[in-house]
């Protein structure tokens, strides 16, 4: 089956010109070479592709991208899983269902986080398992079969990935040998398809892991960012011109952070990727504020929005994804529904593009298992309060 799913697809993308947050200590989510094969989607999935997108880079700049792109859903504690075993976390394997069901609510860009230490080598040439690899472009092609705009990264790497200047020797050419591979792997798609360099990158278990790093931290950080976006120019093709999300140390909205972000080469088709679960007491699974909603914590959320929106958007041209957000279940769905109705409202309405964080356990949403939604109407009021 597989050959013949390869060779239907060979044919399709020749026509067409198709080539082929994280579970951790801050927020305990989990619980609850090229040309591989890839699955042949399924004719529901081809009645909404656009076929005019993939395999063409346009003309347009990355704040235009953004502003194209749907609201997003993250396929969390899935690929990003520490371990060779993709399920270990609680999930099944991605499929075309999950991505049709996720497409189906209305949302129409999908985060696939990917760690990839457990599937490439550690000593030079740092060879990514073929097999993975596949597995990874599979699951981007469920989204782009869909006609969404599809954002991979790495995900779950700091254990080697440390921003150091002691460790940058080693990883330096680690992270240039992995984007090398990605992007040889998807140097064919189009511009559906975001680059992400890296996702929460940080110091792990360091004093200022979640306050914007130190000044040695944020230089580092840059110089990976730099590594990987040269390598991934470098692979020519739709690369040279394929848009690609920075991101702050960690991830964070913190002055700090956000200041001493370089953008590599000033490269004009970069977007900034940031994430904020705000406020954290609310949001985030070990803290017990259920209620939320006064005028001053509405007040507060939109001067986070008004921070990131004035020093990216104003001040820099630089458009903005918030690519992980979202509260746990407290026993609080209305006042969550009301959270939710106001992040996406308020967020979008100032150009930002919400990617709420799904991890099928204490950020659950949707039972990928049963292909039922554990809170439907959450789901429902993201799309509805898009702008």
């Known amino acids: 089956m597989k ?3 390869s060779l239907f697809l060979s044919l399709l993308f020749i026509t067409f010109s198709f080539d082929s947050c994280s579970k951790d200590d801050r927020s ?12 042949t989607p399924t004719d529901t999935a081809q009645d909404d592709v656009d076929l005019s997108i993939p395999g063409t880079i346009r003309d347009i700049t990355s704040m235009d991208l953004v502003a194209e792109m749907g609201v997003g859903w993250n396929l969390g504690n899935s690929l990003d899983v520490e371990s060779t075993d993709k399920t270990d976390w609680g999930n099944p394997l991605p499929s075309q269902e999950i991505i049709n069901k996720v497409y189906d609510m209305g949302f129409r860009t999908l985060r696939v986080p990917v760690t990839w230490s457990y599937h490439q080598q550690a000593t030079a040439p740092y060879t990514i398992d073929a097999d993975y690899l ?5 699951t981007v092609n469920f989204g782009i079969s869909r006609g969404m705009h599809v954002i991979v990264n790495i995900h779950h790497d700091n254990t080697w990935i440390r921003p150091t200047t002691a460790d940058a020797p080693q990883v330096k050419p680690r992270i240039a040998s992995l ?8 140097k064919s798609y189009g511009d559906k398809l975001i680059f992400e360099t890296l996702n929460e990158n940080r110091l792990l278990n360091s004093p200022e892991e979640w306050s914007g790093g130190t000044e040695e931290g944020r230089t580092v950080l840059n110089e990976y960012h730099l590594e990987a976006l040269n390598a991934i120019r470098a692979t020519g093709g739709n690369n040279t011109g394929r848009h690609i999300m920075i991101s702050t140390y960690a991830a964070s909205t913190v002055p700090v952070a956000m200041d001493g972000l370089v953008i590599p080469n000033n490269d004009p088709r970069t977007i900034i990727s940031l994430h904020t679960y705000f406020p954290w007491p609310f949001c985030g699974p070990e803290d017990t504020l259920s209620n939320w909603g006064s005028d001053e914590e509405k007040a507060a959320l939109e001067q986070e929005f008004d921070r990131i929106h004035q020093k ?3 001040e820099e041209g630089r458009p903005i994804i918030l690519g992980e957000w979202g509260a746990v279940d407290k026993s ?3 006042v969550r529904e009301e959270y939710y109705e106001f992040y996406v409202s308020e967020s979008t309405e100032r150009g930002l593009l919400p990617v709420v964080w ?10 990928r298992a049963n292909l039922t939604w554990h809170f439907q109407s959450l789901a429902e009021t993201i799309i509805a309060a898009e702008n």
């Open 134 to 138: 596949a597995q990874v472009q599979e």
């Open 179 to 186: 984007w090398t591979q990605l992007a040889n792997t998807f």
């Open 3 to 5: 050959c013949i799913a």
């Open 332 to 334: 609080n769905l209305s």
């Open 28 to 39: 305990n989510e989990s619980q609850g070479d090229s040309n591989p094969d890839i699955s």
């Open 358 to 367: 799904d991890d099928g356990g204490n950020f659950r949403m949707l039972d």
């Open 312 to 314: 990216w958007v104003v």
